[in-house]
């Protein structure tokens, strides 16, 4: 079965707080019901213990997807890393959530603004299996667990283009699963359609954002930050937007995931003073459900 939700950041920007900082937490998640959402993935306005967090999503009927999660792996042992992750994944656990949504951030530059992208960290081939053996460490721990981890491949991290996704899922284990992040595949310089086909056994969770080539293009041009990039310049709109509202081809992706179960997660980050979240979440929703039924998915 497949299901339609949603992450807070079109309402509110994790990596930029005041980005749509006055925007309550009963707003978003009212108007994430209006547009048609069944859940919400975590955000830093979330309650963080399980009673109260089930006291917030209830009124509103919203299941918790999951909630990101920074690991530091490049410098921390599994078993430490595991110590690190405790509270965050007992608190999945409690609310039912099934996947923890994973990302290395030890060097990461996606939340420093006056970053270029051009200066990401990149992966030195003799490290990746270090790496790829403690991810592995980890995500068999979590799947004891019931929990599965998958791993979100993000800009301005050392897992970003393609060589990167397929270094990755190169060297972890099947207890590894792909989070398939729309968005960031093709700002990558990847076919996100390509990639699902390529990983569907190992895909367990799905991130749908949409790009304006013509923002992709000028942040390359002008190798402008991620943040730059997804707020836009001046009065101009940013790099991401919703399903149906850019250049990913979602029908086409949806028919390189056959069989797919899981959440399809809106995740698309935009400055709500720009981009009116209900309007565009709607619009997400509707073009989702027209490419998963395209697809024969629904």
Not at 183 to 209: C, E, F, M, N, Q
Not at 225 to 245: E, N, Q, R
């Amino acid at each position: 079965m497949i299901r339609i939700g949603a992450n807070p950041i079109g309402w509110s920007n994790d990596d930029l707080q005041e980005i749509g900082g006055a925007t309550s937490l009963e707003t978003c998640l009212a108007e994430a019901r209006e547009a048609g959402f069944e859940g919400m993935e975590l955000g830093h306005k979330f309650p963080r213990e399980a009673k109260a967090l089930k006291a917030a999503l209830a009124p509103f009927g919203m299941a918790c997807i999951s909630g990101w999660y920074s690991a530091e792996l490049l410098v921390r042992d599994a078993t430490t890393e595991m110590q690190h992750l405790r509270a965050h994944l007992d608190l999945l656990k409690a609310m039912g959530s099934n996947v923890l949504v994973f990302a290395e951030t030890s060097n990461a530059i996606h939340g420093n603004r006056a970053m270029p992208l051009s200066r990401r960290p990149r992966m030195a081939r003799e490290a990746w299996k270090r790496w790829g053996e403690r991810l592995t460490a980890v995500a068999e721990a979590t799947l004891r667990e019931g929990v599965r981890l998958v791993y979100h491949h993000h800009m301005g991290t050392i897992v970003e283009d393609e060589a990167d996704i397929d270094a990755l899922m190169a060297h972890s284990s099947e207890a590894v699963h792909l989070l398939l992040d729309t968005g960031h595949a093709t700002w990558g310089g990847a076919d996100p359609a390509a990639l699902a086909a390529r990983y569907r056994a190992r895909i367990s969770h799905v991130h749908a954002k949409d790009v304006r080539k013509t923002v992709m293009d000028q942040a390359r041009r002008e190798d402008w930050s991620f943040l730059d990039a997804v707020l836009g310049k001046g009065a101009d709109l940013g790099v991401y937007t919703v399903p149906g509202d850019g250049m990913v081809d979602y029908p086409a992706v949806f028919h390189a995931l056959p069989g797919y179960s899981g959440w399809v997660v809106v995740e698309a980050e935009q400055d709500p003073e720009k981009a009116h979240p209900l309007t565009y979440a709607k619009k997400g929703v509707a073009h989702l459900r027209a490419s998963l039924k395209a697809a024969g998915l629904t």
